[in-house]
């Protein structure tokens, strides 16, 4: 502590935040949860011209206590100097906890100010204060400066500082290099150096399959996945990495490699998360790729993943899916999602509705088409005319020509409209079933024409 009390530049982590860019350093002004003396201290801070800091502090009046010295501290990586100088003064005030002096690490070195930060880790040492999570700050301060070969080296010397080098120590860097954008590569060389010495875990390789799906390298991707399944083996704990694999896949419209190597992790009774599938499927269904649409739902569905429990992000995607299965003839399919989409509160669009309508009755399931028709009309599905014109259309074809009359008069009572070129299809299949059922027609027509005067 005397160390960096000595130097107004020296000092930061026990819960490490994220790394920060100098033009995102959070503000005590934004802050919407802070105590009155954190804001005083913070505002002091701010407007006070950096050598007059010391007696601004001295005559503030404020006594912080641990978790003031916290907020104060987290909300000044703008002012990395007037920080410093706070922290002298509060570690005079009390002895000061190693969540402080890692905050003063990270603040120190997400401001690039790299060789205060090595005097305050120096002084954390000196008093039993450094810890992992120290060292996380470091590594990110300086992937976040894109000074890789730092933060390698600043890894080799960890056993310096007491701090043992493991799997999650390595899992730390590796994350913090992928972090970057298009860095994956540098963090695959660091792990091919270090893997015989640090067993990596399942972490390990979806920390770098993640880095290959934000860089959409899917050669790297199934390299990388390949030795994953050899160090590690199959395990159904490794759902981030299966997540990620298969998302590559899927953006690099590789979507055949994906469905393949989703039945292999089947095999293995693994399987990636829902968030997967929702994602995949957006996707795939925004190519308008119908088929293979229709192929992961299928696969997924055998997986014995819940995917009917709400799990979809939006209407648009259940629609999309939907027209999918309706476009594809998935007659069973279709009506046990249309059941689902209702439970959940997503029900098919109108349109949707009159395309599923038109498909069951194409395929003698006149049951379910009246299913949707019933739905849409108790519902106010609007607009409706489409779907009841698909149902009067549907029976026609059956031959049930009584339940058309009847439905075509119900739709009269509620004015729904009726088509110029339904009733044309409708005369043609009345008109060859003999007198009775020509006088039937021509009764439903003049009441047809007498609403349409209306």
């Known amino acids: 502590m005397e160390a960096l009390a000595s130097n107004p530049r020296r000092s930061t982590a026990s819960k490490i935040p994220k790394p920060h860019r100098p033009t995102q350093f959070p503000s005590y002004r934004d802050a919407a949860h802070i105590s009155p003396n954190a804001r005083k201290l913070c505002d002091l801070l701010a407007r006070t011209p950096p050598n007059d800091i010391e007696t601004a502090l001295t005559n503030c009046g404020v006594h912080p206590s641990h978790d003031e010295?916290?907020?104060?501290?987290?909300?000044?990586?703008?002012?990395?100097?007037?920080?410093?100088?706070?922290?002298?003064?509060?570690?005079?005030?009390?002895m000061l906890s190693a969540h402080a002096w890692n905050l003063m690490v990270d603040l120190l070195g997400k401001n690039g100010l790299f060789e205060h930060m090595w005097d305050a880790i120096r002084s954390m040492k000196q008093q039993n204060q450094l810890s992992l999570p120290t060292f996380v700050s470091v590594f990110e301060s300086y992937c976040t400066a894109a000074r890789f070969n730092e933060a390698f080296m600043s890894f080799d010397v960890m056993d310096r500082y007491a701090i043992h080098p493991d799997v999650v120590a390595l899992n730390s860097l590796l994350s913090a290099i992928c972090r970057e954008d298009n860095h994956t590569s540098v963090a695959l060389e660091f792990f091919d150096k270090i893997k015989a010495k640090i067993a990596p875990d399942g972490d390990t390789f979806a920390i770098l399959l993640e880095g290959w799906e934000k860089e959409g390298?899917?050669?790297?991707?199934?390299?990388t996945f390949g030795e994953?399944?050899?160090?590690?083996?199959?395990?159904?704990k490794n759902m981030a990495a299966y997540d990620a694999f298969l998302m590559t896949l899927v953006r690099a419209l590789q979507v055949d490699e994906a469905v393949k190597f989703l039945k292999l992790m089947k095999d293995h009774d693994c399987f990636p998360g829902l968030k997967f599938f929702t994602n995949a499927l957006d996707i795939i269904i925004k190519q308008n790729d119908a088929p293979n649409a229709v192929i992961l739902w299928d696969v997924m569905l055998e997986s014995g993943l819940m995917v009917f429990q709400g799990v979809f992000p939006d209407s648009l995607t259940y629609n999309i899916l939907f027209e999918c299965l309706v476009r594809n003839k998935k007659l069973h399919k279709t009506d046990m999602f249309f059941n689902e989409m209702v439970?959940?509160?997503?029900?098919?669009?109108s349109a949707n509705c009159t395309s599923a309508i038109a498909m069951f009755f194409d395929r003698d399931d006149p049951e379910a088409a009246q299913s949707i028709w019933t739905y849409m009309f108790e519902n106010r599905v609007k607009p409706l005319s489409d779907a009841a014109n698909e149902v009067l259309l549907g029976l026609c074809k059956l031959g049930r020509l009584s339940e058309v009359k009847r439905s075509a008069e119900d739709m009269l009572d509620r004015r729904i409209i009726i088509y110029e070129s339904t009733m044309a299809k409708l005369k043609?299949?009345?008109?060859?079933?003999?007198?009775?059922?020509?006088?039937?027609y021509d009764s439903l027509s003049r009441r047809w024409k007498a609403l349409g005067k209306l």
Not at 79 to 92: D, E, N, Y
């Open 69 to 94: 010295v916290h907020e104060v501290l987290s909300l000044s990586y703008s002012v990395p100097f007037s920080a410093v100088k706070f922290f002298r003064w509060a570690g005079h005030l009390q």
């Open 217 to 223: 390298n899917a050669a790297k991707a199934k390299s």
């Open 228 to 236: 994953m399944v050899v160090r590690v083996g199959w395990d159904r």
């Open 343 to 349: 439970k959940n509160e997503f029900p098919p669009t």
């Open 428 to 440: 043609d299949a009345f008109y060859r079933d003999g007198r009775s059922a020509r006088d039937r």
